[in-house]
């Protein structure tokens, strides 16, 4: 997924630039007098005023009164913010020039709105001193007229009181008027000055260098953003890939289900849809709107299409081939301690769609290639599937009709193609045939099952929808239960776990389907602690049955190898998986 994000990124980043018209950028240059003397003092301005004076003089430039004037004189038909992305403002160095950059599809125009917007700062600034400097000759006017009032009041004062005692009071008021009027007649002066002569104001401006017409078009940078989409794509990858494995809450090993529930995996079964991913799965278990309910919809479809056996992956083969090892160890070591009849196992889950009748489709008919005498029937009276595991038509006798009278074991049970696998299917629904699943003539019929077959695998609803699954568990007695991988949270399976309890069945195992199909990859044993990698290797290889008291033996299809006392149950962390 990462390789995916970083090469879908890169190959955007690539085609956005090359396809990008090329672009052209003009450049007028103007000068801002900064060394201009004052009313007040004359020199050089310090750097830290330089510096607020300059930011100001861009921020001004980039206003939306000059560039709405530039975008009504050249009829650009945008918004002054729209406008302001293609205009650039910086000082050169720390000298008292600004460039002011355009960039346009156009080189002509580019350079026309760069002296165009020179142009209108420079008339906004000019119009800007003339409204102060007007304002402060009225007011120094004033000024200059007060203290005039003042110096003839002070003087002719002065003049009675020379003969005075006071004398010297007058005197120092007079001086005081006379220098207070000088300063408000030399402050008029200037100010009459500084609007009589424009280059002598206070940052004044003037065009330095005007645009000229741009002759090759801006480069397009490739590599730069090469880098950069690479380094965004990387992070955006790792993030993501961080946020699905926290979000993740799908079972990622047999040994998390054997530690949350305390049961023998029997089987692991990759999932052999292709067309979901695990990143689908953890964006369908969320609650986002829209989404998640598609992605849920496009799931069920998916595992809604039939798969037949000849159509499965390999891995998916291999898998069923090792549930299968697990059942036939089973069924010899029950052969062995005397016991007839077949081994008959209820297949069932705790939730609809979690994947029990695909399991006992496959897994009875890898039985039946190892040369086992199986016979598959279908107990969901409700929403029967087998049949189209094996393009079987619904229609004729099942078990519904057996159960009522209507039709003969012989009668109902239909061949497929292949040669030791009949199935059963569940025959014509009604709402009175689930009570037929708990009574007498259901049990008869399950001691009569045995008489030509090795294996009976009874298809259920789920323990968790209806009651027909306990039923048939409590008359079976031995379930194997099916648990999605996919699905977050195994509190289902506690409670199907406890409804069986109830009604005195036995959990031999579980089989885990739907797990990531890189987890049944040999190639990824190495990941496993060492003495787990021996064990499952050898149960990968032989198939292993565990006993109670820590015995296990690697077996092959047929039941015949070696018993070896080791701690196999200890390291694995499964009670039996012996089938009685």
């Known amino acids: 997924m990462i390789l995916f994000l970083v090469v879908v990124t890169i190959a955007s980043t690539v085609i956005t630039v090359v396809t990008r018209p090329p672009t052209y950028r003009a450049v007028a240059s103007v000068r801002v007098a900064i060394d201009s003397p004052s009313v007040a003092d004359v020199g050089r301005l310090d750097w830290f005023t330089a510096g607020i004076l300059f930011s100001t003089i861009q921020e001004t430039i980039l206003s939306r009164s000059i560039l709405q004037q530039v975008i009504e004189q050249n009829w650009l038909g945008t918004t002054p913010e729209e406008f302001r992305k293609a205009i650039g403002v910086n000082r050169v160095g720390s000298s008292n020039m600004l460039n002011i950059q355009v960039k346009s599809a156009d080189p002509e125009t580019a350079k026309k709105l760069a002296n165009d917007i020179a142009t209108a700062f420079i008339q906004y600034n000019q119009n800007l001193l003339n409204t102060q400097n007007a304002s402060s000759i009225s007011y120094y006017e004033e000024q200059v007229k007060m203290a005039e ?159 037949s056996p000849e159509q499965l992956p390999l891995d998916s083969i291999e898998a069923f081939r090792k549930a299968r090892v697990s059942l036939a160890v089973s069924h010899r070591q029950r052969v062995l301690d005397g016991k007839s009849g077949p081994s008959t196992v209820l297949i069932t889950s705790s939730r609809p769609r979690d994947g029990k009748t695909t399991v006992t489709a496959h897994l009875g008919v890898s039985l039946s290639k190892a040369g086992y005498r199986v016979l598959l029937v279908d107990g969901d009276l409700r929403q029967s599937q087998l049949h189209l595991h ?89 379930v194997l239960l099916v648990v999605d991988a996919t699905r977050p949270s195994s509190e289902n399976e506690f409670r199907t776990l406890a409804l069986l309890a109830d009604v005195g069945a036995v959990v031999e195992g579980i089989i885990v389907n739907k797990i990531d199909p890189d987890y049944v990859d040999p190639t990824k044993l190495h990941s496993l602690p060492r003495r787990l990698m021996d064990a499952r290797m050898a149960i990968e290889g032989h198939g292993t049955w565990i006993s109670p008291n820590g015995h296990f033996s690697m077996l092959d299809d047929s039941g015949s190898g070696l018993s070896t006392r080791g701690d196999g149950a200890r390291l694995l962390g499964h009670p039996s998986t012996k089938l009685n």
């Open 149 to 307: 009032g003042n110096y003839k009041t002070a003087r002719e004062n002065f003049l009675k009181s020379i003969n005075e005692p006071n004398a010297r009071v007058a005197e120092n008021q007079f001086v005081t008027a006379q220098t207070a009027y000088q300063s408000a007649v030399d402050k008029r002066d200037a100010a009459a000055l500084l609007n009589r002569f424009p280059d002598l104001r206070p940052a004044s401006v003037a065009i330095a260098e005007p645009a000229v017409t741009p002759t090759q078009p801006e480069p397009r940078q490739l590599s730069r953003y090469l880098l950069l989409s690479l380094l965004v794509s990387l992070v955006l990858s790792i993030f993501i890939a961080v946020a699905i494995e926290y979000l993740d809450v799908s079972i990622k090993s047999p040994h998390q289900v054997t530690g949350e529930l305390g049961l023998a995996v029997v089987g692991v079964i990759p999932h052999f849809q292709r067309g979901l991913s695990g990143f689908a799965s953890v964006l369908a278990n969320l609650d986002l709107p829209v989404l998640s309910p598609f992605l849920r919809w496009r799931m069920r479809r998916l595992e809604a299409s039939i798969m």
């Open 390 to 478: 094996f393009g079987l038509e619904p229609e004729g006798p099942g078990l519904s009709h057996v159960l009522q009278g209507e039709a003969t074991l012989d009668q109902a049970a239909r061949s497929t193609a292949y040669p030791h696998l009949s199935v059963v299917l569940s025959g014509t629904f009604n709402a009175n045939q689930p009570d037929y699943l708990d009574s007498d003539r259901f049990s008869e019929l399950l001691a009569h099952l045995g008489e030509n077959h090795d294996f009976v695998l009874v298809d259920s609803p789920a323990v968790g929808l209806f009651t027909d699954g306990a039923v048939l568990a409590s008359r079976i007695g031995h």
